[in-house]
């Protein structure tokens, strides 16, 4: 490839840190902490307990002054946070000279939850005739977007991606697309999700699909998933534009795969997966075993975790099979800020050689055939690294990133 | 209680910092720093806080009324709260 796409600057608001350092330091740390706990939802008639990875010592008005917050959504807050720290990461100083070079692609699987609910609450709870005239600007998914480039006086191509758990996926990809035509210079990529909101709770609760004692992803007798808030980012741009302002490359984004099951809106398809993969491998010119680990989407629900595995080791042959781990029992399912998160975590992987470990393993699924990384961290060597997110209506992704 | 004079300053002091005196004076809303974003917000507090409904600016008009100033407000919720009280 002629001019590769590196990742410049990294950014995140999740629970299992509030910026990349705390993050990196609690997915690597020797015995994994625990950053899922139970939340509370109150009804009229009943208290219910939902277990949640909430973002931690998180005030909003520690970060935005009154008048912002009316304007913000918790989820466009999170992007703003983890933006901000991606550019300041980068060292990117974006002025005139630049800021029509410069694009935003932010996603987001449901965008401004608390808004929709808070303002139905109003209208079909509390009996009133009105909501707050912000609540179209605060709930709409493509806000977070037109935040951060408001905040930073990005003016090149700025919009919204959302395809559910792959959200951010397909925002890094398109980022990527536009860099290599030359039709931007930076890119500032990743997604937000606030989706811990007692209405969304109750919907992902209806699909049977949450967990109700740990999130434990490729493990026999797993209890489901287990939802995430938060945000990252990532500043991407062109190997030479980097080496010609002496900016830190973290890794290459070497390869990029998409593809849609087209076969059922919440049941996932092995071939759908195994597509992406293979896209991804054929776009960074690699084989299979050129593959030293993936980060898996590995929500912990029995449909992804089997037909993931069965994915991977269609794709990749025993002899060389890489380690897999899903980091999301430390993280929570982040919906779609969850691509953005896991390729940080697959970027800080290469960078500690270091396969972060699988949280609350149990027992080997016979399903799951695949080479996991379960409960410790294990040291490697790493070259390539995958990072995947599947998505409810077969919505793929899957990204390759080199050292 | 209240006056509906008193009422509508509290709104208004939450959108600008101008001394009152100023705010009644401006001939705009613009004049003393409140913008067409605020205008959604103040007309939005005004309902809520006198439990009225302002009409679109079009019936507005026909009307004989304005929301361009304070003053044109004052007249406007004044004369609302009274039809609401008279509708009661």
Redesign the interface.
């Known amino acids: 490839m002629s001019d590769a796409i590196v990742v410049s600057g990294m950014g995140c608001i999740s629970a299992a840190g509030n910026n990349v350092a705390q993050f990196c330091a609690n997915l690597f740390q020797p015995t994994l902490a625990n950053f899922i706990a139970p939340t509370l939802i109150q009804k009229p008639d009943e208290n219910s307990y939902f277990l949640a990875a909430q973002v931690k010592d998180y005030y909003a008005n520690e970060h935005f002054t009154k008048q912002q917050l009316?304007l913000l959504d918790p989820f466009a807050q999170f992007a703003l946070l983890s933006a901000e720290q991606a550019i300041a990461d980068a060292k990117l100083a974006i002025n005139a000279s630049n800021q029509h070079r410069i694009s935003v692609v932010h996603g987001t699987s449901i965008g401004g939850q608390e808004t929709i609910e808070q303002a139905y609450a109003q209208l079909f709870a509390q009996g009133k005739?009105?909501t707050?005239?912000?609540t179209v600007p605060k709930l709409l998914p493509s806000s977070a977007c037109g935040h951060i480039a408001m905040k930073y006086g990005i003016k090149g191509p700025t919009f919204a991606t959302s395809s559910a758990c792959s959200s951010s996926g397909h925002a890094i990809a398109m980022a990527t697309l536009m860099l290599r035509s030359n039709l931007i210079d930076y890119a500032i990529v990743g997604g937000a999700e606030a989706c811990l909101t007692p209405g969304n709770f109750y919907a992902w609760h209806g699909l049977r699909v949450l967990a109700h004692d740990s999130c434990r992803p490729f493990s026999k007798n797993r209890s489901g998933l287990v939802m995430g808030e938060g945000a990252a980012s990532l500043v991407l741009e062109r190997e030479s534009t980097a080496k010609n302002r002496g900016a830190t490359c973290y890794a290459k984004l070497v390869g990029i795969g998409m593809s849609s099951d087209a076969h059922n809106i919440v049941q996932p398809l092995a071939q759908g997966a195994e597509q992406a993969m293979i896209a991804a491998l054929k776009d960074a010119e690699l084989s299979p075993s050129d593959i030293d680990y993936i980060n898996a989407h590995g929500s912990g629900t029995t449909q992804n975790d089997t037909t993931e595995s069965a994915a991977i080791l269609s794709v990749f042959n025993d002899a060389n099979a890489p380690f897999v781990s899903s980091t999301k029992g430390t993280h929570g399912h982040m919906l779609g800020a969850g691509a953005a998160l896991e390729a940080i975590a697959a970027i800080l992987a290469l960078e500690k050689q270091t396969v972060p470990a699988t949280a609350n393993f149990v027992e080997k699924d016979p399903n799951c055939n695949i080479n996991l990384v379960a409960n410790n961290k294990v040291a490697a060597k790493l070259s390539h690294v995958m990072s995947n997110s599947f998505a409810f209506g077969g919505l793929n992704t899957s990204l390759i990133f080199q050292r | 209680m209240q006056s509906i004079e008193e009422k509508l300053q509290s709104i208004f002091s939450d959108y600008t910092e101008q001394d009152i005196e100023l705010v009644a004076n401006a001939q705009s809303l613009d004049e003393i720093g409140i913008d067409s974003l605020s205008i959604?917000?103040i007309?939005?507090d005004i309902?809520?806080a006198f439990d009225i409904?302002i009409p679109d600016e079009s019936v507005l008009q026909k009307q004989g009324y304005s929301f361009s100033n304070y003053r044109d407000i004052l007249t406007l919720v004044s004369d609302l709260v009274k039809q609401e009280h008279e509708n009661v």
């Open positions: 009316k005739s009105r707050h005239p912000f | 959604v917000e007309i939005f309902e809520e409904k």
